[in-house]
């Protein structure tokens, strides 16, 4: 029986708010907002058919007032997004009772799948192959411990209600087992409300495949293929893609299998996704990896996009039409993959201080398009970002025909964004994306943390990199010459086109660099190899040269001081002024500063302890996460200014030390 669907209420914020509103409105049916003070402003806000605010600290968790809002602006029903109440059974339950759609699967399935203990075991009566542990009841310590030795080290302690990396810790030694253990149940609780913890194998080199999948009420489950979320950082993912790279098509068939058993197994309807772990180190006689059920998400999943495009479908439409009563779309046999897609996830963090949140509000927006290109976002210039919600940016997508080509639309895309005003990963997601092993699909979830010297910013910049920045200043429609001081005008003789000086910094190291235009050429000196090129710029900040016939090219953003480049995936930072010489506090001064807001959850030296490089000195939580504040040097601790408990600013004195 067909429900009506007529206006649709989105309880969350940001992106997927807006990309909900973008399905409804193309089916012809009117959108509801709601949204917290802070988002006033927000896009999702104004282009809702209609908008209401919700008061309180966590709106967006306040399920009595989103479903007052539904009753009081005629909604009909309700659609969760991603986060917040999206897995929450109570408020899908709250939801149909009083009378609206809930856009998402049954209660029941909710239920089996929010806990991973009870999900694990629902999959293995179902005949899903799960990883070997422990999920029982008895929590205990001493359970716990022995239930470790069972399993064996190296294990991972996961909370059976966590998921995006919180409560999750591996342990490679029983030494370590108890401090693990209170830190993951503690991240549990203030995460999710539950403590509760399960054991599992420690797969050493997994990859993290899921499969998409869709019910309806009339008994059809489909699967649209697999994503492959093996980058990762801290069990967060950065980079996703579709189909998952170097699979063989008997192993994309079976995860596929197994994907549609585990959602029939417990009556699914509407979007969820399968997560399997792939074991690369036990392979079976075909050569395909052992793979294990991880656990399901009964919502639809932040990197939905790269399905989208491989698939042409649109899967906020599918779940309108699921709720609606309708049957899927398409059976299985009409599903086809075309391409290959990647999403990378923008955030705001600085990856030069451990990929802390960063905060502050978007002076400068833009995002680099072209073909196959697609941006996901829920800001815009002049749009806050601070530490109440996710610090994503946006999803910047790419769709080629071959994965090397949606390889180089992500690049080129990522290369050609501009984020001004805080900080953001925008450099580190295009090193990542272009790494000659990812290129080559040697993917797995250690990738970040075994090419991290790679990962980092480059200390060598080319001359091409160089010429581009000095160009950037000196060609039409650059900043005005008188007002920068890098400029020396030389005299010039009748006929003679005036040369121009510039002196630029990478790092400590100055180049010098002489430029004379020569009509639509340049005479260059002082860059090694390189005396006339031509020049031309390249849509906003885009420039290419031709270098004795190599073309470079790069996307070139003028600060006040600093000229970012980008080229080929890779940023340099070049100043027009001298670096100044270290100031007091920085990191070799042996006072440890609050990298971020957050609060003091354990303080582990005194005044008089001697500590050695990397012990452990604090842990504060943020953002729901702890993070551990580590010596950077030897030295003995003579003040500690804070206490357990404590809130602290960004930027407060915690610890000093004395070498």
């Known amino acids: 029986m067909s429900t009506p669907l007529k206006k649709l209420l989105i309880a969350n914020r940001g992106e997927i708010a807006r990309r909900v509103i973008h399905s409804a409105h193309a089916m012809g049916i009117a959108t509801v907002a709601v949204h917290s003070g802070a988002d006033a402003a927000s896009p999702f806000v104004r282009e809702a058919g209609q908008a209401v605010a919700l008061g309180g600290n966590r709106p967006y968790l306040d399920g009595a007032a989103?479903?007052?809002?539904?009753?009081?602006?005629?909604?009909?029903?309700?659609?969760?997004?991603?986060?917040?109440?999206?897995?929450?059974?109570?408020?899908?339950r709250d939801v149909r009772a009083a009378g609206l759609t809930f856009v998402g699967p049954p209660e029941a399935a909710m239920r089996v799948m929010a806990l991973k203990d009870s999900a694990k075991a629902e999959m293995k009566k179902a005949g899903v192959p799960i990883t070997p542990g422990y999920q029982g009841d008895d929590q205990s310590l001493v359970r716990l411990q022995k239930a470790a030795q069972a399993v064996g080290f190296p294990l991972l302690i996961k909370a059976v209600a966590g998921g995006g990396g919180k409560g999750m810790r591996s342990v490679h030694s029983e030494a370590e087992f108890q401090d693990a253990l209170l830190a993951a149940q503690r991240e549990g609780e203030t995460s999710f409300g539950n403590a509760h913890v399960l054991l599992e194998k420690l797969i050493l080199r997994p990859r993290h495949v899921e499969v998409q999948v869709f019910g309806d009420a009339h008994g059809h489950a489909v699967h649209l293929f697999e994503r492959d979320c093996s980058l990762q950082r801290r069990h967060q993912k950065v980079i996703e893609e579709a189909p998952a790279p170097g699979l063989s098509d008997r192993l994309r068939h079976t995860l596929g299998v197994a994907a549609v058993t585990a959602a029939l197994a417990i009556g699914y309807e509407g979007a969820g996704t399968v997560e399997f772990i792939l074991d690369m180190d036990t392979v079976d006689a075909h050569g395909d990896p052992a793979f294990y059920f991880m656990e399901m998400n009964t919502r639809l999943q932040v990197e939905h996009p790269v399905t989208e495009l491989i698939t042409g479908q649109d899967l906020v439409e599918w779940q309108l039409r699921v709720a609606r009563g309708e049957p899927l779309p398409l059976a299985q046999d009409a599903l086809r993959v075309s391409g290959h897609a990647m999403e990378a996830r923008l955030y705001a963090e600085d990856p030069d201080s451990g990929f802390l949140p960063a905060t502050g509000t978007l002076s400068r927006l833009v995002f680099g398009t072209g073909d196959g290109v697609r941006i996901d976002t829920g800001v815009e210039t002049g749009s806050r970002i601070g530490l109440d919600y996710d610090p994503m940016i946006a999803k910047v997508i790419a769709w080629g025909a071959t994965r090397e080509e949606a390889i180089d639309r992500l690049v080129g895309a990522l290369d050609a964004t501009i984020v001004e005003g805080l900080k953001c990963n925008r450099a580190f997601l295009a090193r990542l994306a272009n790494h000659g092993a990812f290129r080559a699909g040697e993917v797995d979830t250690g990738f970040i943390g075994r090419h991290a010297d790679e990962l980092a910013p480059p200390a060598y910049?080319?001359?091409?990199?160089?010429?581009?920045?000095?160009?950037?200043?000196?060609?039409?429609?650059?900043?005005?010459?008188?007002?920068?001081?890098?400029?020396?005008?030389?005299?010039?003789?009748?006929?003679?086109?005036?040369?121009?000086?510039?002196?630029?910094?990478?790092?400590e190291a100055a180049h010098v660099i002489g430029l004379r235009a020569m009509g639509a050429r340049w005479r260059v000196?002082?860059?090694?190899?390189?005396?006339?090129?031509g020049a031309r710029r390249s849509g906003g900040d885009g420039l290419v040269v031709d270098i004795g016939g190599q073309i470079s090219q790069g996307?070139?953003?003028?600060?006040?001081?600093?000229?970012?480049?980008?080229?080929?995936?890779?940023?340099?930072?070049?100043?027009?002024?001298?670096?100044?010489?270290?100031?007091?506090?920085?990191?070799?001064?042996?006072?440890?500063?609050?990298?971020?807001?957050?609060?003091?959850?354990?303080?582990?030296?005194?005044?008089?302890?001697?500590?050695?490089?990397?012990?452990?000195?604090?842990?504060?939580?943020?953002?729901?996460?702890?993070?551990?504040?580590?010596?950077?040097?030897?030295g003995t601790v003579t003040a500690v200014h804070v206490g357990v408990g404590d809130q602290i600013a960004d930027g407060m004195l915690l610890v000093e030390i004395t070498a």
């Open 66 to 92: 989103i479903i007052a809002a539904a009753l009081r602006t005629g909604a009909d029903a309700i659609h969760p997004g991603y986060g917040f109440l999206s897995e929450n059974a109570d408020f899908a």
């Open 461 to 507: 910049v080319p001359a091409h990199v160089l010429l581009l920045a000095a160009l950037s200043l000196a060609m039409p429609g650059a900043p005005c010459a008188a007002d920068l001081p890098i400029f020396q005008r030389r005299a010039f003789r009748i006929n003679l086109p005036e040369k121009r000086t510039l002196r630029l910094w990478h790092g």
């Open 525 to 533: 000196a002082g860059l090694p190899g390189i005396g006339e090129v």
């Open 555 to 634: 996307v070139v953003v003028v600060g006040d001081d600093r000229i970012d480049v980008r080229s080929g995936g890779q940023s340099w930072q070049i100043s027009r002024t001298a670096p100044r010489k270290a100031v007091a506090g920085g990191a070799g001064d042996g006072r440890v500063m609050a990298p971020m807001p957050g609060r003091v959850l354990a303080v582990d030296v005194a005044p008089g302890a001697v500590v050695e490089a990397g012990d452990r000195l604090l842990v504060l939580e943020a953002m729901k996460m702890e993070h551990r504040l580590t010596a950077r040097a030897p």
